[in-house]
């Protein structure tokens, strides 16, 4: 075991741990910085966004106006003081962007373009055609490399968060190529790990969004907020999964039942196709459920029609859009609607953290999708995750690095001996383990699970059968045997690992909507179909112990939007 240290780790390469790593490297040339990614950062799922990155950028536009419309989309669970924040800070960061050589899409005047999202009330979002992700990721990606002190571990996969004395002090982390485990002291840690998709059997996120970090952090006793809250995207590719970006309506699509009509006008008259997701996913499922979808290879579904659109404009605003259908449904959307249903698209939930992205354990600190600030509450809108990894990925790096200068450099060894029993527990352990379970076996049970029973709807009844569940797989996964025993890349290994991961944030997903009976946002229960405020109108905390989770409440800051009715 080989033994590393820098000043800053940053656990994660998306758009979010660039950003952090950028403004770590601006607060002092003199910090060692290391990202940490388990796939080389232009692969990470922050390349495959497409449709936008909100900010408040027009005349007509107002810091009130979107920070409002944020709220609203939350269905009032936001910290109305992150939100106000976040806001103000997404602008400058946008044009940041620009100075960095990201090619935003053009008005014929020249200006930044922005087009319409659901839940926006305003033209907000910022483009560059629906590639936007890749972009960004790559304008973030070309501008670390002009900083000396930022140093890069790719293809390495972080085991575990090292702490001593209640502080982080820095990571574990698996060299994929040599299968060597490393010590890598730190004076900070940052996660910006990602989402959690994959806990889900439908959904529109990267096989890597396996919520590592969310794990990580909270074995390293950070809390995770609001894990009941996942946003379910309304139009997905019918057996892939694959996202067809919300620009799509944003760009005039619209969506059709079997019988050709534009069904929202019954759920969301006013915004129809630009409503947001939680309701337009729940409409869908209505209509599926009432005989009024399509039937297909892989189940019911709806049409995203763009025909009227016409093929000038699909072709220069939405080509990847064209790419997908033709690609992965056998459409061409000049022609045909696109086969579209609802998939699992982003967690809300994630580790605490305040507008800083401390997490509250000291020298630890996390952005990005990974995080839950939170300005998303119950419901994030569309467009505003990739600002968010902008704002918080910036704070978060600035304060990890003020962090870091306070600290004393680090000691000469405390941290080999605590990474001995990381050792003994993947190479004795896991590695070693014959046991009779199947790794796809357990992961395909628990996706299944969770998607069956803790997806758009849920009840009492079918949380505590997932919450069983999961706790069963829990012990079946002690018995999965790991049969690649060779070191080079052994993705086997990687799998188990990030199936361990998943599992206890599959039991703090199911726990927490268990605890929570109200409906807000993308938390929706049959058994309790009001929100309620007067019991509910809070965070909700959960804290790893040694005898399992333990729940508690945090109570949500309302600056100047009170809880109102939330109609569309
Ligand atoms: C298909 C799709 C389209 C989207 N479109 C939009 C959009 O148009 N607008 C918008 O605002 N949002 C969009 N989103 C959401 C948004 O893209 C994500 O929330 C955001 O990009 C997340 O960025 P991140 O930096 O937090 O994480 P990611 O980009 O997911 O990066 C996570 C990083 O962590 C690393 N990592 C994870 N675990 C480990 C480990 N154990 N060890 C080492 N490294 C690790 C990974 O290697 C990776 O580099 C979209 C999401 C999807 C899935």
């Known amino acids: 075991m080989e033994r590393l ?46 449709g936008g990155t909100a900010a408040v950028l027009r005349d007509y536009d107002s810091f009130d106006g979107h920070g409002f419309d944020t709220v609203k989309g939350s269905d009032f669970l936001a910290d ?21 050589g990201c090619p935003w899409s053009r008005d014929p005047d020249g200006r930044i373009a922005v087009r319409a999202f659901g839940g926006m009330t305003v033209k907000r979002t910022v483009f560059a055609a629906d590639k936007v992700g890749f972009h960004m990721l790559h304008t973030l990606f070309q501008t670390s490399l002009k900083y000396e002190n930022i140093e890069r571990l790719d293809e390495w996969f972080v085991t575990q968060i090292l702490a001593e004395g209640g502080k982080a002090v820095g990571v574990a982390a698996l060299e994929l190529r040599s299968g060597t485990l490393h010590a890598i002291a730190a004076k900070a840690v940052v996660i910006a790990t990602g989402g959690a998709g994959r806990v889900y059997e439908f959904t529109t996120n990267g096989a890597i969004k396996t919520g590592d970090g969310m794990a990580l952090a909270l074995r390293a006793a950070a809390p995770l907020k609001d894990m009941e809250f996942l946003q379910f995207h309304p139009t997905c590719l019918p057996g892939t999964g694959i996202l067809i970006t919300e620009a799509a309506r944003g760009e005039g699509g619209y969506l059709i039942n079997n019988k050709g009509e534009r069904f929202l006008k019954k759920y969301v008259p006013e915004k129809m196709e630009l409503g947001p997701r939680d309701i337009l996913s729940r409409s869908i499922l209505q209509e599926i459920r009432e005989g009024r979808g399509f039937q297909g290879p892989y189940g019911q579904y709806v049409g995203l029609d763009l025909r009227h659109l016409g093929e000038d404009v699909i072709n220069k605003k939405l080509p990847m859009v064209r790419e997908l259908a033709e690609e992965y449904a056998g459409v061409d959307p000049v022609h045909e609607p696109i086969p579209v249903r609802p998939g699992q698209h982003y967690i809300m939930g994630g580790v605490h953290t305040d507008v800083r992205g401390s997490t509250g354990v000291p020298g630890l600190f996390a952005a990005g999708e990974a995080a839950c600030v939170s300005i998303n509450g119950a419901n994030r809108l569309g467009s505003n995750s990739l600002s968010e990894c902008l704002v918080f990925g910036g704070e978060a790096g600035r304060s990890a690095a003020a962090y870091a200068i306070s600290q004393p450099a680090v000691g000469s060894n405390p941290i080999s001996g605590l990474v001995k029993a990381e050792e003994a527990r993947i ?16 992961r395909s049970d628990m996706q299944h699970t969770m ?6 709807y849920r009840n009492g009844d079918s949380l505590e059968k997932a919450l069983a569940h999961v706790r069963e797989l829990r012990r079946r996964y002690e018995r999965v045997g790991v049969r690649d025993k060779d070191p080079f890349f052994n993705t086997e290994l990687t799998t188990t690992l990030e199936l361990d991961f998943m599992l206890d944030l599959a039991e703090a997903i199911a726990n927490a909507a268990l605890l929570r009976r109200e409906s807000r946002g993308a938390h929706s229960r049959t058994d309790y179909p009001k929100r309620d405020d007067a019991n509910f109108l809070h965070h909700s905390m959960a804290f790893r112990t040694a005898t399992g989770l333990r729940f508690d409440k945090l109570p949500v800051k309302i600056t100047k939007w009170q809880p109102a009715a939330r109609v569309y």
């Open 80 to 100: 109305q003081d992150a939100v106000e924040f976040f806001v103000r800070r997404a602008p400058p960061e946008v044009i940041q962007m620009e100075h960095w």
């Open 451 to 456: 998607e069956e029973n803790v997806g758009i």
């Open 427 to 442: 190479f004795d352990g896991l590695l070693k383990r014959e046991g009779g379970e199947n790794l796809a076996e357990v």
């Open 5 to 50: 240290a820098y000043d800053i780790v940053i656990v994660g390469g998306g758009a979010a741990g660039l950003r952090a790593a950028i403004a770590a490297a601006e607060t002092s040339r003199s910090l060692r910085i290391a990202i940490v990614s388990k796939v080389y950062p232009m692969r990470s799922h922050t390349v495959s966004a497409e």
